[in-house]
């Protein structure tokens, strides 16, 4: 069984920054690409940014250039380096895996972004 718990979630005022992280209970090299999601109320759940086991990158073109999606494989974490927070990026942030077409999910964490 796998486990994702993510942290980091906040408060933050627009133009700050928040650093989400997500630790895997196994080794993330087990895992063909990770990410992160996000669901704002009254949308639906769309992907932020991933990362793949090669280390290759994509982003949605909203966080473009102010998030950044990284990992440790030592410490089976990936994180997300928030900057230039808009209040549209209010939303639970979800951490998630794949592996051999298989999706984890984590339980999600908080990011409000005020005006």
């Known amino acids: 069984q796998v486990q994702l718990v993510e942290s980091g979630g906040g408060l933050v005022q627009a133009g700050g920054s928040l650093r989400l992280s997500c630790v895997a209970s196994?080794?993330?090299?087990?895992?063909?690409?990770m990410g992160w999601y996000r669901q704002a109320p009254g949308k639906q759940r769309e992907l932020v940014a991933a990362?793949?086991?090669?280390?290759?990158?994509n982003y949605a073109a909203s966080v473009k250039g102010r998030f950044t999606i990284s990992r440790d494989n030592a410490k089976n974490t990936v994180y997300l380096q928030m900057n230039s927070l808009k209040p549209e990026d209010t939303a639970v942030y979800y951490c998630?895996?794949?592996?051999?077409?298989?999706?984890?999910w984590g339980q999600g964490t908080q990011v409000t972004v005020s005006s």
């Open positions: 990362i793949t086991s090669g280390g290759s990158t």
């Open positions: 998630a895996a794949q592996r051999v077409g298989i999706d984890y």
């Open positions: 196994k080794s993330i090299f087990s895992f063909d690409a």
